[in-house]
């Protein structure tokens, strides 16, 4: 959330405006009905939504919930971590691109300092929540941490996860340029650190993994950019106040804010969604340089 467009005097959504748990539940019913069993919450930042400990209780009620997650950005986590556990997180991933102080506070954004983050991350670990971290990598501004951050996480038995910088959003500056790619991030890492190839954990993983041979930890990398995966994509977002998107890339979600305030039965809002996805032929990631169309900011509609 970046502090020049959500500064003190930004004006955020009217309450009414923002999807109640009751609808975030309903909707995570439809979705488990449709075959959904990771649900995944993120932001701009899930901590600052009040009570969240109350609505992650909700969502781990849910039968066939297998996966609750969370993304953050780490800074409120010291102080949320065991209420998170107590209330059914299964795990927890903090962005964290840079070590160094300086280089940290340029890629954040926010103000925010390392120390609170990394703290946050040690307080979740000791209270029983496995951690991951996401190091979004820009050539130019921190390349040079990536192999520090793979140090750091095989000496702290927390996965790391390096990503290609994405063109999400219409304000970051973003230029094929700035991409540090998968293969050379893959190999500043692998000069320093022997590493094997580890299988997929599951279909359509979006991160590609290897575990360090000396049998401490792993690390992974999403190609987002030079090996897109749009045709293994089965994620499926929904936005603060209601909006449905079928792609990180989308420029706009379908409103279903206005069917879970007007639907008779829950079937409507099953079939909404069923409809929704079976009418999608997202491949931004594919198509990139072919296709020129505004994109939601990371900020609004999570990773």
Known sequence: MPMEVFGPGYQFLPRDEILTFGELVRTVRAGVELGVSKIRLTGGEPLMRRGVEDLVALIAAVPGVDDLAMTTNGILLNHHAEGLVAAGLNRVTVSLDALDEKVFSQMNGVGAKLERVLTGIETARRSGLPVKVNMVVQRGVNEQEIVPMARWGREHDVTVRFIEFMDVGETNGWDMSHVVTSKDILAGITRELRAVSVPASYPGEVARRWRFVDG?????????????????????????????????????????????????????????????????SDRYSEKRGEVDQPKAEMSYLGG
């Open 216 to 280: 401490k930890g792993e690390f992974g990398i999403i190609s987002s950019v030079s090996q897109p995966f749009c045709g293994d994509c089965s994620r499926l977002r929904v936005s603060a106040e209601g909006r449905i998107f079928t792609c990180l890339f989308s420029s706009e979600g379908a409103d279903l804010r206005s069917l879970l305030r007007e639907a008779q039965t829950e079937t409507e809002v099953v079939d909404f969604i069923s409809g929704l996805w079976g009418r999608r």
